[in-house]
DNA sequence: AAGTGGTCTAGACCACGGC
DNA sequence: CCGTGGTCTAGACCACTTC
């Protein structure tokens, strides 16, 4: 029996939502088809396709060709983190950005880089260090190894008005890349760059960057103490 | 002119993904209306857009009404973390899990507790802490504040065998939350629960989780040194 | 006012996966 | 085999944004 018209995709997520929040539907049962909600909301099967899609995707419900659509058991909380250029991250926080260039010069990476940027000879490679800043107070320490043998234009870059942050964004095309977020006790060059008592614990954000199997750029954002990463579900 | 004929979603975004790789559309570069594409590509207006905008929910293209489809001019910034039960997370890493309540108790909560939780009087509240283990060895620390009066339920729960952590998301619906990840110098206690020194650096993750207005639950998660959350891109 | 993306429809065919 | 979700189509109307 057709109970109710609600002929958005976001309405029928919302009642979708609202039966399991309410539960009448637990986790681990299986849901109407989408046919069958089509019916009962009055509106397309296409249009019940897209809010349980979504639904899927944020991990809510688990859909099987055959079996059906049921409820998650394991709504595996996903977080999506927004990583924004550290200029902008500076701004929205309402402080004032500052760039300053402390190294860049061409060596060779220690094993630990060379491993993860896949750099098997004694080649040199191009190494920024720079200090980003908020209110003129260090925020976060970048510390980033580029393979200019992978980017040539690179080479040419002085990095001294603009950081590798930002030119890269905009002239390193990649294909896929891996993060990680650690926790570390600070070392004495970086407390002594951030201002802060080595040993301090800090936020650090390690990312590499991959055009298809070439590794473009390693980069370590070590943040200032107290900094927290923040989102909402 | 129509150049090639792509009838799904995925060959879409592909050629897209692409275009941009091969810097064909550059960030910041307008592309071309789905109508055109759809030409272009010999396959409806839907299914493009079905692929611009999986495209622009992941932060690659930015789009709007009347003016059209950009490319991004800060594509990697979005990081989508899983959060699993931690019982998941253990057995993923290929380890056993195991789990030690380490007290139970209603309690009135600090300040700091209650501003998060919105508590404003004097009334007592269910504290747990509890330790994860992989292979027997620490792995997470469950420090964790449930409002039971919001979910009376709880009250009745001994989280002896399983972690509230569990008990929660199979029982505890929820409309929203908040998340936040940071770098901690341990304290003593902590570090004695994880067998570490005391000062080293920790990841901390806490969650604080709502039904509507009311505060369902805050929990801190203290992890084992060097742990390390991974995502890619 | 007009251009562009956002969404809905009704129907179709396909792919996967239990049986 | 056959039920269910996954996707595509052609067309339609709407909503937002910029002019």
Redesign the pocket.
Known sequence: MRLK?I??????RAEVLSRIYDRTWKPGDL????????FE?????????????EL?EAGTLE???????RVSLNPANKATLKIPLIKNEVNKIGKTYGYKLIQRKLCLPPDKIKNKMRINSGIKILHILALHTANDLPFVIEDRWINQHVLPESEKQNFKEHSANEWLVLNAPYTHGTISFSAINSSAENAHLLSIKSGAAVFEIERNTFDKENAITNVCLTYERGYRMLTTF
């Open positions: 018209t002929n958005s995709w976001l309405g029928i849901i109407p088809k989408e046919i069958d909600l089509a909301f009055g509106c397309s099967r296409t249009t019940v396709n897209r809010a349980l899609r899927a859909r099987r060709r055959k079996s059906g659509t």
